[in-house]
């Protein structure tokens, strides 16, 4: 049984049955809090939170944030919106509604309740950045027209909502950018660079370079990442963010497939496919503000944090799940 206390809050957390999300629950579940997990199941599942459904402090709701939500709780994760350019690209006016929609009724919700809120925001709102690492006050670069708009511009929207609340209403908030994040429950087939990898190592097929492959991510395992969430909520009133959530470990597109290839024991070759539109050329945050405002830093290294993902994906594959 999870240790219990006498602080225990309900957190709502949208987007609860994805990816990061999941990781999130079992972390407040487990920290004694009760979870109300909010899902369209777009892109997540009911397997990534199955094991919470028999816990009587968590309740899974089907429901799409892009419509008014009346609940009670103590505070709002706001995770809901799918995250891969594959899935995120497929229905694009959707992807802006949840974002900014999604955001409003959020709001909304919070303003109500008066309770704290944070927003999953994304490296992205740099997009294609110019300069490098990216800290903060940079204001991105960003196509507004092109197929990864409905994502990066939904984002930037939902934190323009989320500060304009917070000046008309004095609601408290906290905006989290994160940066590239990988981990058990990645859906294999969101077409993710880290996902992608390890899925073509394990069937033995060439993994796919787009473009030269050396452009550059920095790669955060979501254990490190979801406490630096939880941190955030936990800080006082007058910390709003945004703030950088993400482990400044730079690697090429190269360097990743290698260390793939060497966690895996594959034999794969790579090979090179066309490089997406607006694919941005370089990322890694600067996380000072982090750093001291949360005194948080990650502590898994890529190489650390590749083995249970690969075991993750392994396992499915083995099961016939993927
Ligand atoms: P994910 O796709 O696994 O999770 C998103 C969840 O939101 C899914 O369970 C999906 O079904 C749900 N969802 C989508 N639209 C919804 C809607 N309209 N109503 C209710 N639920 C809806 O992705 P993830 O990687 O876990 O990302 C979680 C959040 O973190 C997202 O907001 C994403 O933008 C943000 N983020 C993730 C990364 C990353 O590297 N994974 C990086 C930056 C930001
Ligand atoms: N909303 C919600 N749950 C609530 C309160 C509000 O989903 O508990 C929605 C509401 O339907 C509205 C949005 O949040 O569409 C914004 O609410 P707000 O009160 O800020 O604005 P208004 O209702 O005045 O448009
Ligand atoms: N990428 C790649 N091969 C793949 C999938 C992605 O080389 O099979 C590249 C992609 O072009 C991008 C990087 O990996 O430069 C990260 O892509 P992902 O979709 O994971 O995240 P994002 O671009 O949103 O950071």
Redesign the pocket.
Known sequence: MPTRNHFRKTYLVTGGAGFIGSHLCDRLIGAGHAVLCVDNYLTGSRDNIAHLLDDPHFEAMRHDVTFPLFVEVDGIFNLACPA??VHYQRDPVQTTKTSVHGAINMLGLAKRLNVPILQASTS?VYGDPEIHPQTEDYWGHVNPIGTRACYDEGKRCAETLFFDYHREHDLEIKVARIF?TYGPRMHPND????S??IMQALRGDDI????D?E?T?SFCYVDDLVEGLIRLMNTDAAVTGPVNLGNPGEFT?RELARAVIDETGAKSQMIH?P??AD??RQ?QPDISLAQQTLEWTPTVPLVDGLQPTVAYFRDLVERGLS
């Open positions: 891969s350019p992205e590239n077409g993710r660079v880290v992608n990898f796919t370079l787009y473009g492959g452009q991510r597109m496919a490089l997406p694919d941005p990322r």
